[in-house]
């Protein structure tokens, strides 16, 4: 095993772990912790040092991901977006050279809309006692339509991180 493979494995398991326990942490408590966004931000540049993406490319992938981070703070402004999913879409899109980061951004946004339809048709559901809710979630499905879209961004950057670097 080369040490690019090595640095590859590393920033794989970095991506991968971050990833899963941010869409755990959202799906259980609607809550992406920030310690997991730093990780995702700091765990990115073992790319560049690895060997696998050029420095130069990094920097667009920084470039456009500050540029989705103010155009996502608006989103949040306006309560259209959680502001931990705007932290998290921005981290993951680090991790890709910009064409492939917007290709991540379309994924997100089409995973979230099946994601949405999927949390409405649940709520409709349990509020007619067809579904069984645990106790826990039951607030968060009947109460408000909150949408852990957590999980849609890190199935998309899943999809594209095996994609562009698998």
């Known amino acids: 095993m080369t040490v690019a493979n090595l640095f590859l494995l590393a920033a794989s398991g970095i991506f991968f772990g971050t990833g899963l326990a941010a869409a755990l942490g959202d799906l259980r408590r609607r809550r992406i912790a920030n310690r997991l966004v730093l990780a995702l931000v700091l765990g990115a540049p073992i790319l560049v040092i690895g060997g696998q993406m050029a420095p130069s490319v990094f920097a667009g992938a920084l470039a456009l991901s500050a540029t989705m981070l103010m155009l996502g703070t608006m989103l949040f402004a306006r309560g259209w977006i959680g502001g ?83």
């Open 84 to 166: 931990g999913d705007v932290k998290l879409i921005c981290a993951m899109a680090i991790w890709f050279p910009p064409g492939d980061a917007l290709w991540f951004v379309y994924l997100a946004l089409l995973f979230g809309g099946v994601l949405a339809l999927a949390v409405l048709a649940l709520r409709v559901l349990s509020r007619r006692g067809l579904v069984p809710i645990a106790a826990s979630q039951r607030p968060l499905i009947e109460a408000t339509l909150c949408v852990p879209y957590g999980l849609s961004i890190v199935a998309a950057g899943a999809v594209v991180f095996v994609s562009v670097w698998l």
